[in-house]
């Protein structure tokens, strides 16, 4: 159980921004040295040799090559499910991503351009010795080790994304934000991490860190209520506001919290919640196509070892969207409700907990009428056409073979 956390405001403080910030204690400050030292894998596509990267050098490299090109940075940020799992140990989620924030100055396509290019070119840095990098272009290391990039540029949002590849699910996650109007999706996903105070003590402390000698370090929820959002993340508790503000409404990581064991702070207030989730959802990915993209990305993404979990994962979602889609018509809720359960019909063939229907002939069952000598010894199944049909619920979920009326039925060999 972690101690207790000393909070800046302290009981005497109403200010806003001090209620938000506290400083972390020393076995949070063990957590946190253990993420930013320890090495993690940077998988490389094709023939390219894995990068063995410790998340303080990566931050090091990279801030020291924007200053080198003028772009200001004004301090370094944990995010995320590690910043989380820095703060309470024992959250049920664990970390996946390791999110690291640069709070920089980025006025223009240029700034972002020159932010692709340097991150692209720190990677040569982490190669193995005895690789031949003259030859190796930026393009090249884009393809090789980025999952992803994305750039948001408007009135309220400056900011650029970019994923370095893991194959288990641990991407290196670095963001260049000018601004950013929405920080965080759920109270307990708010947390971020002030990193300045522990890179300065890595480059000039000659002694290493004990619980009497460590640098202070801040740590601030962006839902604006540290004390209650630490609550939240202890109790697994699901609070948010103003979903409508999230893009796609918070609805996938919603239905994620509920499968990892989290509940809802106010069921009443929730269950209203939802529907501003589905409906910016839909407005999000209106296309069902668009949808499906959306959603074998988020399976594919945060159920790595964790395969038996996507099956309760699509029949929660389906729920919520039966229950609280109010924004589309008939027909489009219904070919969002039957791509979720073609996914999840899917999942099971993956996983082997149904039938594979292309090897299954014809079966025969003992019935009343069988001793009639005008009727064959042998009855054909009338199979019907495979529609989508409603999950059941997680719990109610029980795979073919246990079904009491699967039994009375045999194959014909």
Known sequence: MDESIECLAGNSCPDAESVSLSVLNWEQVQRLDAIL???IPIHGRWSFPTLEVKPRDIVNVVRSRMEEKRIHVREVRLNGSAASYVLHEDSGLGWKDL???FCADLKGELEFQLVKELVLDSLLDFLPEGVNKEKITPLTLKEAYVQKMVKVCNDSDRWSLISLSNNHGKNVELKFVDSLRRQFEFSVDSFQIRLDSLLLFYECSEHPMAATFHPTIIGESVYGDFPTALDHLRKRLICTRSPEEIRGG??????????????AASDAEMKLLQRYMCSRFFIDFPDVGEQQ?????????????LEERKYDYLATLYGVVRESTVCLMGHERRQTLSLISSLALRVLAEQNAILNAANVTCFYQPAPYVSDGNFSNY???????????????????????QHSWYAAWMPCN
């Open 293 to 305: 993209r959306k959603l074998e990305s988020y399976l594919l993404n945060h159920f790595v070892d």
């Open 99 to 101: 999110d690291l924030i």
């Open 37 to 39: 030292t320890g090495s």
């Open 250 to 263: 918070g609805l996938l990581k919603y239905c994620h919290l509920l499968v990892r064991g989290f509940r």
């Open 379 to 401: 009855y054909v199944a009338q199979v019907q056409p495979i529609y989508s049909c409603p999950l059941s619920p997680p719990q109610q979920y029980f795979a073919p073979l």
